[in-house]
Nanobody, 121 residues
Framework: QVQLVESGGGLVQAGGSLRLSCAASGRIFNTNAVGWFRQAPGKERDFVAA????????DYVDSVKGRFTISRDSAKNTVYLQMNTLKPEDTAVYYC??????????????WGQGTQVTVSS
C-alpha cells in the first residue's frame, strides 16, 4: 500500500514562499492524479491543486492561480506545491492525496498526514 508523506510546512510572513513536498513510499505511477487540499480550523477540506500523473496537466482553484505551482518528479515519486506570495488566508493544514482526479476529496482515497502552513500578517 502506498503511503504519502508531506513535508515543507512552516511559519512564514505574508508575501513569503514555501515549497511543500509529497513523497510516496511506493510506486504511484498507477494513479490518475495527485492533489493538494487544505483545511483551516473549523472549515471543510478544500481543493487547492492537482496534477494528472500521465501527462502532467494541472488544475488550480482560482484563489491560488498565479501564486501556486504543482509539479511532479516521477523518478522520485514526489509531488511538489510551490507556494509564492503567501497570504494569511492560505493558513491551513495542507494534505496531499492520490486518486482519480477532479476536485472532490471523495475522489482521492489515499491521504497523507498533513503539514501545517501558517502565514502571519
Amino acid at each position: 500500500q502506498v503511503q504519502l508523506v508531506e513535508s515543507g510546512g512552516g511559519l512564514v510572513q505574508a508575501g513569503g514562499s514555501l515549497r511543500l513536498s509529497c513523497a510516496a513510499s511506493g510506486r504511484i505511477f498507477n494513479t490518475n492524479a495527485v492533489g493538494w487540499f487544505r483545511q483551516a480550523p473549523g472549515k471543510e477540506r478544500d481543493f487547492v491543486a492537482a496534477i494528472r500523473w500521465s501527462d502532467g496537466s494541472t488544475d488550480y482553484v482560482d484563489s491560488v492561480k498565479g501564486r501556486f505551482t504543482i509539479s511532479r518528479d516521477s523518478a522520485k515519486n514526489t509531488v511538489y506545491l510551490q507556494m509564492n506570495t503567501l497570504k494569511p488566508e492560505d493558513t491551513a493544514v495542507y494534505y496531499c492525496a492520490k486518486g482519480w482526479g477532479g476536485r472532490s476529496p471523495a475522489a482521492f482515497p489515499s491521504w497523507g498526514q498533513g503539514t501545517q502552513v501558517t502565514v502571519s500578517s
